[in-house]
């Protein structure tokens, strides 16, 4: 009896410790990213968010760290691959200098329209990509979206490259985009995201080139006055993880986060085309001029960019099957 006793007692016991505070900690997850929560960006974290920690019973929780607040995207994709922030969404302009395969989506008037770029990110060109980034310690979960990429600036409209001569223009910290400046004529300046609001602002650069949306998401109409949509490139996001923190997860683990990751990614692309539709009469009402563009000039300015860079780094033969998904 005093046996049976003793059982019953630590069986107890070790059902009060599986559910005291300690043994129920959730897991936190950061998810570091430079925009702000009205973004297509937040709208993927928000998804994300929901879907990890409903698919886990809350086992994880996932803290949403919008507008730069762990740093810049260089920044939070090196604090990735050190295993310090366990996750981001992240625009491709960084990842090209880890991994050269993904400068492949970054060139000039590559892809025709938006369908076209989906068909080509949801292939295996685009999965292969995706997963190659493992080899540089950032585990890939799924392509986001921020869009075509459109000029905005102060001074005269930029209606065909010659405008664009000696205007210093805010990229992002990819090579890829300053060859392709610098061959519109202008003088490409890279930058975190962070600073550039204070460098428009301060009159330190001319204008910047961003998916339409950003424009209202980021308030640029307060120091902008014009937009040419050019659509120069058109501009995916990232959704990963820390390599180290995937591979410390187990199969179930590694299922929420990746179903979890393919929800975000379709709910922001589709956050992306409601922000853009909604983002040209919000513009013009704040006092921005938009215009449109014959892009034909800037297509054939940039058509060396296209060739010698797709044979420096072996793509010819990829950007030749990308056309023809158009």
């Not at 040419?228 to 995916?236: A, F, G, I, N």
Request: proline share 3%; aromatic share 8%.
């Amino acid at each position: 009896m005093n046996i049976i006793k003793t059982k019953i007692i630590q069986c107890a016991a070790l059902a009060t410790l599986a559910l005291s505070p300690l043994a129920l900690e959730a897991k936190t997850i950061n998810l570091a990213f430079t925009q702000t929560m009205d973004s297509q960006y937040g709208a993927a974290a928000l998804a994300f968010k929901s879907e990890l920690e409903k698919r886990s019973n809350h086992e994880f929780e996932v803290d949403l760290k919008p507008a730069g607040a762990l740093g810049g995207e260089r920044e939070v994709v090196e604090s990735l691959q050190l295993g310090i922030i366990e996750m981001t969404i992240s625009s491709t302009g960084p990842l090209g200098n880890f991994d050269k395969d993904v400068y492949l989506f970054d060139f000039p008037y590559v892809f025709e329209s938006y369908g076209h770029a989906h068909r080509v990110l949801d292939s295996d060109i685009g999965k292969g990509i995706l997963n190659g980034l493992s080899d540089h310690q950032i585990k890939g979960l799924a392509w986001g979206e921020n869009g075509f990429r459109q000029l905005t600036y102060n001074g005269s409209p930029i209606l065909k490259p010659e405008d664009l001569k000696g205007g210093k223009i805010r990229t992002m910290e990819n090579w890829v985009h300053l060859a392709t400046f610098n061959a519109l004529g202008a003088s490409p300046i890279p930058m975190s995201w962070t600073e550039v609001f204070t460098a428009l602002q301060q009159g330190t650069i001319d204008g910047q080139e961003n998916p339409i949306n950003l424009a209202v998401t980021s308030k640029l109409y307060e120091v902008q006055k014009q937009a040419s949509m050019t659509q120069h490139l058109y501009s995916p996001a990232v959704i990963a993880l820390s390599q180290n923190y995937w591979e410390g997860l187990n199969s179930d683990e590694k299922k929420w986060f990746q179903e979890s990751a393919d929800i975000a990614s379709d709910v922001m692309r589709k956050s992306r085309a409601k922000l853009e539709s909604e983002a040209f009469d919000e513009l013009t009402k704040r006092g921005m001029a938009i215009h449109k563009v014959d892009i034909a000039p800037f297509v054939k300015a940039t058509e060396e960019v296209r060739h010698s860079l797709a044979t420096e780094m072996g793509f010819t033969e990829k950007l030749a099957e990308i056309k023809a998904m158009k």
